[in-house]
């Protein structure tokens, strides 16, 4: 399986942009990244997922290298209320090759400070 | 459009009394679907994953079973709870392939006494 690691805490100020790095440098061709977040006491939320191009949404970019090892989540204008775990995921594959166990990292905890 | 039920939101049980804990999915057919439980200040830790009915994968070895009875139906049990039992436990279903996110409930809080 393909891990992740990623740093288990950043600040940042309301506002500015929220660069959150992850680690994957065992991920396969055929591996997804996907990013979630977690605020507290609630399910995580899926946040974007990319395979090799940079993606973006209305939430988030996704930022991965050519090499595909690591990737960048952008928050463009962080907000209290993205004050969160996020995060970084690599799918992996069940027997069978079409259906996939989902494992999570500890996450980064990412404050959003006033 | 889809839906994940879990149930019950809260949850305060004695040691060595039994649980079972229901999520149901609505709106798909054939989803993944998984078990997860989250201890004070951790991280989320996958317990149970099943492909279909009656098709269960289990993690780690521990105090609890899973059970899929229907499509649509994953159902968390055990039959006499431990201190360690506690802490917030989360279904979650995804669709079959690989290029799919993951919806989440929004948990049970269980708390063993």
């Known amino acids: 399986d393909a891990k992740t690691t990623q740093p288990t805490s950043m600040d940042c100020a309301e506002g500015r942009a929220a660069n959150l790095p992850c680690n994957h440098s065992t991920i396969s061709g055929n591996e997804y990244v996907y990013w979630y977040r977690q605020i507290h006491s609630q399910g995580p939320q899926y946040i974007i997922h990319g395979l090799k191009n940079n993606e973006t949404n209305e939430m988030a970019s996704l930022i991965i290298t050519e090499d595909r090892k690591s990737s960048t989540l952008i928050l463009p204008h962080a907000t209290l209320r993205d004050t969160a775990v996020y995060y970084c995921i690599v799918r992996v594959a069940y027997s069978g090759g079409s259906n996939y166990k989902l494992t999570f990292g500890k996450g980064t905890l990412l404050t959003v400070n006033p | 459009s889809q839906t994940i039920h879990q149930w019950p939101a809260t949850l305060v049980q004695p040691v060595g009394s039994p649980l079972s804990l229901e999520c149901t999915v609505e709106?798909?057919?054939?989803?993944?679907l998984y078990w997860y439980r989250q201890a004070a200040g951790r991280g989320l830790q996958l317990l149970f994953y099943s492909v279909g009915i009656g098709q269960i994968s289990s993690e780690v070895p521990q105090n609890l079973s899973a059970s899929r009875p229907q499509d649509r139906q994953f159902i968390l049990s055990s039959k006499k709870l431990l201190l360690s039992d506690s802490g917030f436990y989360l279904c979650?279903?995804?669709?079959?392939?690989?290029?799919?996110?993951?919806?989440f409930g929004q948990g049970t809080r269980l708390t063993v006494v």
């Open positions: 709106g798909t057919s054939n989803p993944n």
């Open positions: 979650a279903w995804t669709s079959s392939g690989m290029n799919t996110e993951a919806f």
